[in-house]
């Protein structure tokens, strides 16, 4: 299973952007990368999926190496309601070998 | 509201009681999922569910029972839990299990 790595913490300020980077050095030829948020006493919420290259939604925009060791989550001009646990997440595509991060804590402030 | 919904959202209970965690999904997917989130630690996969067929179990004690009856409910069934299984279960289902998937809040369960 691949593993992931994700800093464990990041602080920001309102309308800047944020890159959290998730290396996954044992990714499988299947595997896809996905990116979750939490907050507190809620379940994760599903921000964003990719399998190479850049992947752009209305809330985010990843990107992944040519290798695909690694992975960026872009976030722009994040605001407090931002602050949330951030999960890396690489899954093989039948879905049933998905392995959390231990998740990145990202602190927005004014 | 995430169309996923679990109840109870918290549960007090003995090392010899038995309880269920329920889950329910209105959402048409075929896909549904238990995972066990302590304090400090990532996300633990512990049974996925495709068409209502139990596809993985990742080597979970044997206290803990699945039941998944129809493709818009799934069960957790729990007896003679230890304090060690005091976390927060939560559910999630997607359309196929390739799929992103969605989240209930969970259960926050304490064993005593």
């Known amino acids: 299973l691949a593993k992931t790595t994700q800093p464990i913490s990041m602080d920001s300020y309102e309308g800047q952007e944020v890159n959290i980077t998730c290396s996954h050095n044992?990714?499988?030829?299947?595997?896809?990368i996905t990116w979750y948020q939490q907050f507190p006493s809620q379940g994760p919420r599903f921000i964003i999926q990719g399998y190479k290259t850049k992947v752009t939604n209305e809330v985010a925009s990843l990107f992944i190496p040519a290798d695909r060791k690694s992975s960026t989550l872009s976030l722009p001009r994040v605001s407090l309601s931002d602050t949330a646990v951030y999960y890396c997440l690489v899954g093989a595509a039948d879905g049933n070998k998905l392995v959390f991060g231990a998740g990145t804590i990202l602190r927005v402030k004014s | 509201e995430t169309g996923v919904t679990q109840t109870p959202r918290h549960l007090v209970m003995g090392m010899t009681n038995k309880k269920s965690l329920k889950c329910e999904q209105h959402?048409?997917?075929?896909?549904m999922y238990w995972y066990k989130q302590s304090a400090k630690k990532p996300l633990e996969l512990m049974f996925v569910y495709s068409l209502e067929e139990r596809v993985e179990n990742n080597s979970v004690p044997s206290r803990f029972s699945p039941e998944c009856p129809n493709s818009s409910h799934l069960f957790l069934h729990l007896h003679t839990l230890q304090p060690e299984d005091s976390a927060l279960y939560l559910c999630?289902?997607?359309?196929?299990?390739?799929?992103?998937?969605?989240f209930g809040d969970g259960t926050r369960l304490s064993i005593l």
């Open positions: 044992n990714i499988a030829t299947n595997d896809y």
């Open positions: 999630a289902s997607s359309q196929e299990s390739n799929q992103p998937q969605h």
């Open positions: 959402l048409g997917h075929n896909a």
